[in-house]
T-cell receptor
């Protein structure tokens, strides 16, 4: 069964460093998402991506964040100049059409020291 | 803005018994979609069940069913014949017709007693 994959599973970085979180969505999916979950809290929407551009972004998704689909298969989230409060689980999700089930990856645990 | 409320932080059920998890939401939209996602200790988000707001019939998926009350903006999940593997965090989520982003509740931790 096709699945969304994410790498790395755990990333540790120093405050102020840049990180890139990678996702490979399911191959025939057209809509892509990033969510984050701070430990013990709810899952929060960050950004949606369709047709090679951002469809919507949340207030959390400020200039520190960017997304890319560089090669038609990977979908990346870049966080520039990481802060302590960026420590969270980051989930990538994809779906083939709006409002359908979003398939989630296993997540990347980001720890900012 | 849409909000999703799960007021019970934790629930416990005896194996083989039935449990109902509550969820309410607030929206001014008429066209939307509701979901229950399960998050086991591995933290992978897994879809349990999906309901389209325009459908009056409650969705059912094996041991999982929902009680969707559109006027009351309520969307509860019933788990029948609870199994040890049902122990997890359960999130209620809302998706608008227009924007297709999931808004999650805070989640409820379900434990299953053997």
């Amino acid at each position: 069964e096709p699945e969304v994959t994410q790498t790395p599973s755990h990333q540790v970085t120093q405050m102020g460093q840049e990180v890139i979180l990678r996702c490979v969505p399911i191959s025939n999916h057209l809509y892509f998402y990033w969510y984050r979950q701070i430990l013990g809290q709810k899952v929060e929407f960050l950004v949606s991506f369709y047709n090679n551009e951002i469809s919507e972004k949340s207030e959390i998704f400020d200039d520190q964040f960017s997304v890319e689909r560089p090669d038609g298969s990977n979908f990346t989230l870049k966080i520039r100049s990481t802060k302590l409060e960026d420590s969270a689980m980051y989930f990538c999700a994809s779906t083939w059409t709006r409002n359908n089930e979003q398939f989630f990856g296993p997540g990347t645990r980001l720890t900012v020291l | 803005a849409q909000t999703v409320t799960q007021s019970q932080p934790e629930m416990s059920v005896q194996e083989a018994e039935t449990v109902t998890l509550s969820c309410t939401y607030d929206t001014s939209e008429s066209d939307y979609y509701l979901f229950w996602y399960k998050q086991p200790p591995s933290r992978q988000m897994i879809l349990v069940i999906r309901q389209e707001a325009y459908k009056q019939q409650n969705a059912t998926e094996n041991r999982f069913s929902v009680n969707f009350q559109k006027a009351a903006k309520s969307f509860s999940l019933k788990i029948s014949d609870s199994q040890l593997g049902d122990a997890a965090m359960y999130f209620c989520a809302y998706d608008t017709g227009a924007n297709s982003k999931l808004t999650f509740g805070k989640g409820i931790t379900l434990s299953v007693r053997p």
